[in-house]
T-cell receptor, first 113, second 113 residues
C-alpha cells in the first residue's frame, strides 16, 4: 500500500541557509501535518493543512513556512537555519476524521552545521 | 508544560509476558488518544486508538484502557514478542481531530528472550 513519502531522507545545511522539505500524502488523504522531533525528544506538532488551507498551527518558528499544493503534497520551507533546527521532521497525512489512517512518513533528517 | 506524560522512559519485559505502558494527560479537552510504535530512523507507526467515549479498545494483542476520571490510559500487549521492542508514544488530540497530535516523550520497551 502507498505510504507517506518524504524527501529528501537526509539533508545537511549550513547556518543561515534555507531548506525545503517535501511531503507526499497517501492518495485521497486531505490533511497533512508536520512534526519536528529533536534528539531524545517527543515529536512536536508544527502545522497542519486541510484541503490546501492551513488548519492548525503549533510550535512552528516564524522562520518556517509551509503550504499544501493542489495535488495535496506539502512543502515545509525553513529559512535562516540555526543549529537548533537539526532534527527529524515528520510529515503525516490522514483523511479528516479517520484516525486509523493517520500515517507518518519516514521523516527527513536535517542537520545544520 | 507536558500535557501528555509517559513517566517510564524504559520498560523491560520477558517474552510471553504482558507489557503495560502507561500514559497520563492533563488537558481535559483531549477527546482522542492514540498509541504509536517507533523504530529508529522510521516514522511512528499507528497501533491503536481510543475515543474518550469509550474505556477500552482491543485489537489483537493490543488493548488500550482509558480512565477519564484519572486522566490515565494504558496500553497492554499480551503476549509480548521480540518484535515489540521499540519506543512507544502516547498521543492525544482535542477538537475531534482538527488539531495536530500532542505526544508524550515515549517509553522504550525492551522484550527480553
Amino acid at each position: 500500500a502507498a505510504g507517506v513519502i518524504q524527501s529528501p531522507r537526509h539533508l545537511i545545511k549550513e547556518k543561515r541557509e534555507t531548506a525545503t522539505l517535501k511531503c507526499y500524502p497517501i492518495p485521497r488523504h486531505d490533511t497533512v501535518y508536520w512534526y519536528q522531533q529533536g534528539p531524545g525528544q517527543d515529536p512536536q506538532f508544527l502545522i497542519s493543512f486541510y484541503e490546501k488551507m492551513q488548519s492548525d498551527k503549533g510550535s512552528i518558528p516564524d522562520r518556517f513556512s509551509a503550504q499544501q499544493f493542489s495535488d495535496y503534497h506539502s512543502e515545509l520551507n525553513m529559512s535562516s537555519l540555526e543549529l537548533g533546527d537539526s532534527a527529524l521532521y515528520f510529515c503525516a497525512s490522514s483523511k479528516r476524521g479517520l484516525w486509523y489512517g493517520y500515517t507518518f512518513g519516514s521523516g527527513t533528517r536535517l542537520t545544520v552545521v | 508544560d507536558q500535557q501528555v506524560k509517559q513517566n517510564s522512559p524504559s520498560l523491560s519485559v520477558q517474552e510471553g509476558r504482558i507489557s503495560i505502558l502507561n500514559c497520563d494527560y492533563t488537558n481535559s479537552m483531549f477527546d482522542y488518544f492514540l498509541w504509536y510504535k517507533k523504530y529508529p530512523a522510521e516514522g511512528p507507526t499507528f497501533l491503536i486508538s481510543i475515543s474518550s467515549i469509550k474505556d477500552k479498545n482491543e485489537d489483537g494483542r493490543f488493548t488500550v484502557f482509558l480512565n477519564k476520571s484519572a486522566k490515565h490510559l494504558s496500553l497492554h500487549i499480551v503476549p509480548s514478542q521480540p518484535g515489540d521492542s521499540a519506543v512507544y508514544f502516547c498521543a492525544a488530540s482535542a477538537r475531534g481531530g482538527a488539531d495536530g497530535l500532542t505526544f508524550g516523550k515515549g517509553t522504550h520497551l525492551i522484550i527480553q528472550p
